[in-house]
């Protein structure tokens, strides 16, 4: 039995990872990659296994740089079945559709683009541009809708006669899921193998805490926030307020670039208990992502998969996601009147800065003094969201320079994602039953640290793999 490591190695994106039985192949994930050119460009590579031989893809949840490659590995020939639950099948959905439809206006514009004085120069003129053409169309999308499967949390399903599988929560965004696989061996002997999928923050305000679970002969953990905790979650509230309170008093605006899935569901909850409480009011919150809206729709027919926290406030007759005072933006025309508006907050995608609408509103804002950057989300190196971050004073947005003058603050108490102490509190769940932890989705020189911390913690052979990488699972 092998596991290739065919993504998210070394890095946080690109999620995907293929088990190789004898009897029954499958993938964990099938993400697209994200980030610098660079790093896109791997989405055009061929997969390292044949798709129309994967019997089955275990989707553990609907971030992109999980599911983002789904339509491409249909369209190569994948007709298995794609396992998840209901939430991430809808919100999956919702992403993949919003993706084909940006990669179409984008190659629209690039295709009309003059080139050598003629329009549409560029689609015909070597393999570059050839490419850069949409990875996926809404047609492909509706192909791997067809597939899915959704089964609940905890209920044992067998597949074949060995090969079983179990979903928990994995607390990360509504519908993520921890898979539990118990494969038979040739030699009759029953392995388990556990991927953690991205494990969330304990104490979230919707979704629910990150079940632990007890035994493993492998696990194959994320690392993303590996080296480092998360400030406490009622600080990072404060400082929310106090920004959000100073930007109305100095009639600021207030940018919060954020994924569409989770983040910005929790930053409008935080926001909504503000405004009942009467801590804040007179300052407009504009949602300008129709990505962000539709998920949110999708959250509120879910009340099932909240936490305690989130289903009192229902019962008492409160919208957690809505309050006096926020703004819907579905239209283009709409989000570029917010230009001449003052003392506002926009809620925008992409979480990373590396495109959407947020890109525009940074690019109006960001050498003005009085805005505030609000930092939410992990980014990525080469992102612009990682550039603002890591304080560059001058940035390169939509092809132009600018001065970066703007307020920027990081409020990874607002992470959807574990942190050091808490991936490790989880992996001591398991005692000492792995034969071997497996370390992914982190940043090269943060799972080498991890990797190093645990095997001190547990002593278990704890193992970073390369790109690709087929390791046998004996």
């Known amino acids: 039995m092998n596991i290739q490591f065919c993504g998210a190695t070394k890095t946080v994106t690109g999620s995907c990872f293929y088990v190789d039985t004898g009897d029954y192949k499958f993938l964990v994930d099938c993400g ?42 249909v369209k190569q020939g994948f007709r298995g079945r794609i396992i998840s639950t209901q939430p991430t099948r809808d919100l999956a959905n919702i992403v993949l559709l919003d993706a084909a439809n940006l990669q179409k206006e984008d190659y629209e514009r690039r295709l009309a683009r003059p080139r050598n004085g003629k329009k549409g120069g560029l689609a015909s003129e070597g393999s570059l541009y050839e490419e850069e053409k949409p990875l996926f169309t809404e047609q492909d999308v509706e192909e791997v809708y067809r597939l899915f499967n959704v089964y609940p949390y905890s209920d044992s399903v067998t597949l074949n006669d060995k090969v079983e ?28 193998i556990v991927f953690s999928g991205d494990l969330g923050q304990p ?17 194959i953990c994320e690392s993303t926030y590996g080296d480092r905790l998360h400030r406490d979650r009622n600080e990072t509230v404060l400082e929310l307020l106090s920004i959000l309170q100073e930007a109305k008093k100095e009639e600021g605006n ?37 990505m962000a809206s539709k998920a949110t729709n999708i959250f509120k027919q879910y ?93 390169r947005i939509m092809g132009n320079e600018y001065d970066n003058n703007a307020q920027i603050h990081t409020l990874n108490g607002f992470s959807a994602h574990a942190d050091e102490k808490d991936l490790r509190y989880w992996l001591r769940g398991f005692g ?20 190093e911390n645990v095997y001190q913690d547990l002593q278990i052979d704890t193992y970073v793999p390369d790109l690709n990488e087929i390791v046998e699972l004996k």
Not at 33 to 44: L, S, T, V
Not at 256 to 276: G, K
Request: aromatic share 10%; glycine share 8%.
């Open 32 to 73: 697209a990659f994200q980030g610098p050119d660079e790093i896109e460009a791997k989405n055009y590579e061929p997969f390292p296994f044949n798709p129309s031989e994967i019997d089955a893809v275990f989707l553990t949840h609907a971030h992109f740089d999980h599911c983002g490659r789904l339509p491409v590995l």
């Open 165 to 192: 599988f179990r979903m928990r929560d994995a607390g990360h965004i509504m519908g993520s899921a921890i898979f539990e696989f118990w494969i038979q061996t040739d030699l009759g002997r029953t392995r388990k």
């Open 203 to 219: 104490g979230a305000r919707i979704v629910k805490d990150p079940d632990m679970i007890r035994e493993a002969d492998y696990v």
């Open 254 to 290: 207030v940018l919060i670039p954020s994924f569409a899935l989770e983040r910005t569901q929790e930053v409008l909850y935080e926001i909504n208990l503000f405004v009942e409480n009467r801590l804040l009011s007179g300052i407009p919150v504009y949602l300008d992502s129709p």
């Open 303 to 395: 009340p099932d998969f909240y936490d305690e926290d989130a289903k009192r406030l229902l019962e008492k007759g409160d919208d957690p996601f809505n309050f006096s005072g926020l703004h819907t933006i579905e239209s283009t025309d709409e989000s570029k009147r917010l230009i001449s508006k003052r003392g506002i907050v926009i809620i925008a995608g992409s979480g990373m800065c590396n495109g959407g609408r947020i890109v525009h509103h940074l690019k109006n804002n960001i050498e003005n003094k009085k805005t505030h950057i609000v930092i939410v989300g992990y980014q990525v190196k080469g992102t612009l969201g990682r550039r603002l971050v890591d304080g560059e004073k001058v940035v």
């Open 432 to 451: 000492h039953t792995p034969k071997r932890i497996f370390l992914v989705h982190g940043e090269e020189d943060i799972a080498n640290k991890f990797a």
